[in-house]
C-alpha cells in the first residue's frame, strides 16, 4: 500500500484530476483515473463505487451513440453518423464498431470524390506527349496547387504556362478545373459575382459537365438579378439614378427578368422628363 | 518463478520477465499471461505484501493488465524507464503524455501505460489528426517549390521547440490500423522526387534534430543531373533517419490512359508504375517499400488495386490536412510546404487536433 503520507500528494492530485474530468464529461479518462485509485487503494470503497458508476456512464454513452450514428445512416445523414461514432469512441476509444464504421463512411465519401474528380478530367483527355522536364514541373506544380486548394495559384501558373505552350490540352482542362473549383468556393462565401467569373472561365474547356456547368451559371445570373432589381426598388424613391445602375446590373445578367426592364424602361424615361423640366426651368 | 527483490517476493509468470523487462522485446500490449498476479492477491499488489512497508524508488508500485505505477530512482528518465517497461526508450513520450508532466522526479510515483490507452485519439473535445507534410526541393533558387535551408531549420526548430514529435511514416500505420496511440502533436516529413538537393541541403538539418524522414523517388529520374544517387540514398538509410520509398517509375499521371490505350493495357501500365519502383528500390537499396506517393496526388481506383496487388500498405495524395485513424490508407492526405510560405503559414498546416464537440 502506498504509505498515505508520502504519497498522498499523487492520490489527491489523481483524485482531483477524476473529478475534473468527471465534470467535463470526460469518461473514458475518468474512468482511467478511478482506476489507477482503485488499483492504489483497492479498499476505498468510494474509488470503487466512482469506477463502476464511470463504467456504467460509459457503457451507456457508447450503446446511445452507436443507436444515434445507424440512425442517422439510415436517414443517409453520413455527416450525422460520423459525429454519433467519434462520440462512441468518445466514451470507449477502442471501440471496434464505431472504428470500422467511421473507416467505411470515409473510404466511401474518399471513392466519390475522387470518381468526380478524375472523371471530370479525363475523359476524352489523353496524357500528353512529353513535354520537357521544366514543362511538366511546371503543370505539376499547378496540379499540386490545385489539389491543395490553392485555385488562383493553380490559375496564375497555368495561364503562364499556356501562353507559352498553348496546344496543351491537359493544361488547359486543369485551368477549367481550376476556375470551376474557385467558382464552388466563392459560392460558398457568398460572393456571388467573383463566382460567376470563374464559372464563366471553366465555361470554354469544361465539356465533361457542360450542362451542369450551365445550369450553375444561370442560377447565379438569376440571383444576382434578382439581388440588384431588390437594390433598385429599396433605393429608388430617393436616388433615381442609382436604382437605374442597379436595374442596368439586374438586366445584364439577365434580360428576362421580368420586373426589372420594366423598371428600367419607366426609370430611364422618368429621369429624361426630369432632364427635360430642369432644362427647361434653366 | 520467483522474482527475489530485497525485503519482499513477489510470484510473477515467468512471460513477464521475457516480455517486461526485456530491453529487446518490443511489447505492445502484453499478454495477459505475462501480467498475472498471484490470485490470492487483490488486483493491487502492494509490493510491502502484508507488511505495508514502504516501495523504494526504482520499484513498482502496483500494477495491472493497463498500467503500472512506478516509483523512480535518481537517475531516472521517462527513456530508461520506457525501455524497462515499455520495450524501447522511444516509448518515453507514452509516460511524457500519459502524466502531463516534462521531468522525472525521483520519489514521485509516475503512471507507465502499458498498452494504448486511446488508440484512436478520440476525447470528447475531438480527435486527432496527423498531418504529413510534402516537400520537394531545397536550395536558393526562386520558385515556389523550392525552400531555402534556412527556412527549412527554421521549421524544424520550430517543431521541436514546440513538443512536436516527428514520426517516421510507417509509424503511421498501426495508428490507421486503430492498433497503437501515437504521441500527440505527431507530425511526419516526406519529399518527394528525389532531387539531390534533399542530400545536400535537408539532410543535414534533418541529422541535426534526429528528425526521420521518408524520400519518395520516381525511378525514371534516378540518374540525372539533380537526382539522388543510390549512394546518397544508402548512406542516408544506413543512418537509421531516412526511408525511400516510391513515388512511380515515370512520374505521369496515372489517372489518363494514353491515345487509344485500352483497358487491359492500362491496368497492365499501372502495374508497372507500382511494381517497378519497388522492384528496384529493395533491390538497391534492401528496404521494404510498402508507401507509394501519387505522383500528381492523383489516384483512382484502378491504380489503387494496382497498388494493393504488390503490397503497399499506404499510399499518399496531395489533398490538404490532417489524417484522422480512420482515413484509408491508400489514400492519405499530405500538404505541402511551399519556398515562399512563411512560419506563421506553416505553423497553421499543423493540423494536429480537429475540435468537434462530441459531449
New interface residues.
Partial sequence: MLEPSTYQPFEEAHRDKALKLQQSQRWAEAELEWEILATIAPQNADYQNQLKEAKARIAKGVDESLKSAEDARQHGDPQAAIRFYLRALSFDPTNSTAAESLRRIEQDTHRLNLHTRVARMSKDTAAPKSNSASERRDVEFAVLLLRQGDYAGSIKTLDKYLKASPKDELARRYLADAHFQLGQQRLEQERKEDALTQLEAAKGTHEQDAAELKASIDTIRKALAEEYYQKGMKVYRANLDEAIVDWERSVQYDPTHPQAAIRLQRARQMQQNLKAIDSGQQ | MRLRCPGRTVRIAAALVAVGLSACAVPERPTESALVVERSR???A?V?GAT?K??RPGQV????D??L?YLPAAGDTFASIANQFLGGEDRGWMITDFNETAEVRP???L?VPLQS????????NG?QTIPILCYHRFGSEEG??VLSPAAFAQQMEYLQRNGYRVLRLSDLYAFLG?TRQLPARAVVLTIDDGYNSMYHQAYPILKRYGFPATVFVYTDFIGARDALTWDQMKEMVASGLIDVQAHSKT???L?????GEADNRYRERLGTEAATPQEIIQRKLHVNVSSYAY???????IMIEQLAKSNYRMAL????GGNP????PL?LRR??ILGDQDLETFKAQLQVFKT?D??
Avoid: E, S, W
Fill in positions: 487483490p488486483a493491487y502492494p510491502g505495508k514502504p516501495v508500485i502496483a500494477r495491472n493497463r498500467f505505477i520519489g514521485q510515483p503512471v490507452l486511446n488508440p484512436t485519439g478520440v476525447n470528447p480527435y515556389k517549390m486503430g512520374h505521369t499521371n489517372t489518363l490512359r494514353q491515345p505522383p500528381y496526388g492523383d489516384a483512382n481506383g495524395t496531395v489533398d490538404p485513424f480512420f482515413t484509408p489514400l500538404t505541402m468537434v462530441l459531449h
